[in-house]
Nanobody, 126 residues
């Protein structure tokens, strides 16, 4: 059973930054995909960013392009989501998810993933 542990959430003012972390033992493997998703109160879970370590492909939702960056530290078995220029509408619970192979599926879709973390709250407010 794969276990994912997110951390790094918190309260930040508009325009501020946070770095979320997602740790899992499987991240020491050579090939896998990781997605970051978020869910605001009363809304569905949406894809934010993803990375496929098989080919280095990354993708971002239009709402976060240019502000968020996904990266991986293989030595620390951790994937990060650097979030800059945060806005109140970025407030949500953020989740990471992983799957061993995409098999042609979009890495920004919730249905692609087999394993999920418990989530970390991000609140952007003055």
């Amino acid at each position: 059973q794969v276990q994912l542990v997110e951390s790094g959430g918190g309260l930040v003012q508009p325009g501020g930054s946070l770095r979320l972390s997602c740790a899992a033992s499987v991240f020491t493997l050579d090939y896998f995909a990781i997605g970051w998703f978020r869910q605001a109160p009363g809304k569905g879970r949406e894809g934010v960013s993803c990375i496929n370590t098989r080919d280095g492909f990354t993708d971002y939702a239009d709402l976060v392009k240019g502000r968020f960056t996904i990266s991986r530290d293989k030595a620390k078995s951790t994937v990060y989501l650097q979030m800059n220029s945060l806005k109140p509408e970025d407030t949500a619970v953020y989740y990471c998810a992983t799957v061993s192979r995409l098999n042609g599926r979009s890495c920004l879709r919730t249905t692609t993933y087999a394993y999920w973390g418990q989530g970390t709250q991000v609140t952007v407010s003055s």
